[in-house]
């Protein structure tokens, strides 16, 4: 079969369309065998986010129009993880009504901590020190309400180089909200 005048042209294309369709059945192979958790960014069901994320933004830009919070902690290990958060009203007044719900969670693998009451002192809370199983990336989600005010704090801490960073102002400015000592 003489494939030079013209005839190789059919054969190539049928070649590279089974070879994008065999691509497209490896990349569902290998993803579907990866480590993949669904993101639990507000601590609710991502399709329940997606609905809802004008109220959440909405009630976040109305929390900082009231109240201003600030992650407070100076340390952070694999031993000793104690969480401490102040929260202020604009004028800089202690406010120590808020309710939190704080969850720890690791970035691979199913372990979460989620921790309980916190102290509370002139406007600081303090969560009691956790154990975390390994050294590495963690996810530390808050949710504070004060009356019927709510809004989300999402931290990353790593435990590695002692830095935690706010996961949205990483973005957007590239820079850890602290350097953490051990």
């Not at 059919?10 to 369709?21: D, E, G, H």
Request: net charge neutral; with cysteine; hydrophobic share 40%.
């Amino acid at each position: 079969m003489n494939l030079s005048n013209g005839r190789i042209w059919p054969y190539s294309i049928a070649f590279l369309i089974t070879m994008v369709f065999g691509f497209c059945v490896a990349t569902v192979i290998v993803t579907s065998t990866a480590d993949i958790q669904e993101s639990d960014l507000y601590m609710e069901d991502y399709h329940q986010i997606n609905a809802d994320i004008n109220d959440i933004i909405e009630a976040k830009i109305a929390f900082n129009k009231k109240y201003k919070i600030e992650f407070l902690s100076n340390s952070l290990s694999v031993e000793n993880t104690a969480l401490k958060f102040v929260v202020r009203d604009l004028d800089l007044n202690p406010v120590d009504g808020a309710k939190f719900e704080v969850v720890i969670n690791g970035t691979t693998g199913n372990f979460q901590i989620d921790l309980k009451e916190p102290t509370i002192s002139d406007g600081i809370y303090r969560f009691e020190s956790v154990k975390l199983p390994k050294e590495g990336i963690w996810n530390i989600l808050v949710k504070v309400k004060i009356d019927d005010l709510h809004r989300f704090y999402n931290l990353k801490a790593d435990t590695i180089t002692k830095e935690i960073f706010d996961k949205f102002e990483k973005i957007k400015v590239g820079k850890r909200i602290k350097k953490l000592v051990s």
